[in-house]
């Protein structure tokens, strides 16, 4: 895995968030981001030179894929700004019964398949470390699907069990890591000699913010890097794809029927677990720019497991309540704030581009933010 860009210390991950088309969202904070690092390093820099391990859910893993193999923001800005819309359009009305999804997924997997080609997770064009998290649906657990060499499953079974990581298909995987319920089909992907196995969009595993999924690929000795820690050695930056507290009114709580009550307490739990990555996140770490998690416990700024935080954290999104877009001096009329928080509707994509880029000018001075600390 060449890279331009080679410093020992701090190793880098990158962690993107699911969220639909809102994923252009993560890509305005990227172009930000990409714009330090170009000042820092030179005018060729990617953030593929910058960061040792990328990885995403969901529209999450469609950026983090693009990112490690190095193309450019701008294509990836137009993925979502001229193409998305093409698969985001309804083909039918289902309402979760019928078999298939709302939308098109064949016009999905040829997009991906545009993109990357006939390419398999283990091909030497990846510049970085590569995770996708998907969930395996008849097993009922998350895959961290990743092309660490030294991490379990990569290399094919001694016994010829499994087919190793190696061998999958980045294509599918993507399709696999998207799969939202209803919305897109299910993917089946060959696993072994005569072994399939189905996946759904891994939002729906505890990692719709992988941040957490990608420190225990960095740390946990079963996958082989062990990188050091310290808020000296280990940075990990988090971006979402637009945050807000999920709300329905007490009558409809009540009286919703059985399938409208499934889908509003599945989304009730996406946020559950984002909430709960970010407290441990910024728990375990130091954060450059604490949020607050609840009001029980807010935002952890000098509470640490440790005395001496494990690693240096930064967690970028936009929020989409109007308190705090007020306070930013960004004035988003009730109707298209409730707009803007749909994951489905191709025509938010723009416009929520452009409120991401004016929250950035008010608010973050990134040049600080993503300064490497001095080291001791």
């Known amino acids: 895995?060449?890279?331009?860009?080679?410093?020992?210390?701090?190793?880098?991950?990158?962690?993107?968030?699911?969220?639909?088309?809102?994923?252009?969202?993560?890509?305005?904070?990227?172009?930000?981001?990409?714009?330090?690092?170009?000042?820092?390093?030179?005018?060729?820099?990617?953030?593929?030179?910058?960061?040792?391990?990328?990885?995403?859910?969901?529209t999450g893993a469609l950026i983090a894929t693009a990112l490690s193999l190095g193309l450019p923001l701008s294509r990836i800005k137009a993925f979502y700004l001229e193409q998305a819309s093409e698969f985001f359009e309804r083909r039918r009305w289902l309402g979760g019964i019928r078999p298939g999804g709302v939308f098109d997924s064949d016009a999905l997997e040829r997009e991906f398949r545009g993109t990357v080609g006939d390419i398999l997770l283990g091909d030497p064009a990846f510049r970085t470390y590569l995770a996708i998290v998907t969930k395996r649906l008849d097993t009922g657990s998350p895959w961290i699907v990743n092309n660490i060499p030294?991490?379990?499953?990569?290399?094919?079974?001694?016994?010829?069990?499994?087919?190793?990581?190696?061998?999958?298909?980045?294509?599918?995987?993507?399709?696999?890591?998207?799969a939202a319920p209803t919305f897109f089909e299910q993917q089946s992907l060959q696993i072994g000699p005569g072994q399939?196995?189905?996946?759904?969009?891994?939002?729906?595993?505890?990692?719709?913010?992988?941040?957490?999924?990608?420190?225990?690929?960095?740390?946990?000795?079963?996958?082989?890097?062990?990188w050091p820690v310290g808020e000296e050695q280990l940075f990990v930056l988090s971006v979402g794809a637009g945050r807000f507290r999920q709300r329905i009114k007490p009558a409809l709580a009540e009286k919703?029927?059985?399938?409208?009550?499934a889908y509003l307490a599945m989304r009730g739990m996406v946020g559950d677990a984002e909430e709960h990555t970010l407290a441990m996140m910024q728990w375990l770490g130091k954060s450059r720019r604490p949020i607050c998690v609840n009001s029980e416990i807010g935002s952890l700024a000098d509470d640490h497991l440790t005395p001496d935080p494990i690693f240096s954290f930064l967690r970028l999104d936009l929020p989409l309540e109007e308190a705090e877009l007020k306070s930013a001096g960004l004035d988003v009329p009730a109707g298209d704030l409730r707009r803007?928080?749909?994951?489905?509707?191709?025509?938010?994509?723009?416009?929520?581009?452009?409120?991401?880029?004016?929250?950035?000018?008010?608010?973050?001075?990134?040049?600080?933010?993503?300064?490497?600390?001095?080291t001791r």
């Open 1 to 58: 895995m060449a890279r331009a860009v080679e410093t020992t210390l701090p190793r880098r991950i990158l962690a993107l968030s699911g969220g639909g088309v809102r994923g252009i969202v993560e890509v305005a904070f990227l172009e930000a981001a990409e714009t330090v690092y170009k000042r820092r390093f030179g005018p060729e820099t990617q953030l593929c030179d910058i960061f040792h391990l990328i990885g995403g859910t969901s």
């Open 196 to 226: 399939r196995a189905t996946f759904v969009d891994g939002g729906l595993s505890p990692h719709n913010d992988p941040s957490l999924a990608l420190l225990k690929l960095a740390r946990l000795s079963a996958f082989g890097l062990n």
């Open 150 to 178: 030294t991490a379990p499953y990569f290399e094919d079974a001694p016994d010829g069990s499994y087919l190793g990581n190696r061998h999958y298909p980045v294509a599918q995987l993507l399709r696999a890591a998207t």
């Open 256 to 261: 919703a029927w059985p399938l409208q009550l």
């Open 340 to 374: 803007f928080r749909r994951f489905d509707d191709p025509g938010i994509i723009r416009p929520i581009y452009d409120l991401t880029r004016a929250y950035i000018d008010a608010k973050l001075d990134l040049d600080t933010l993503l300064m490497d600390p001095p």
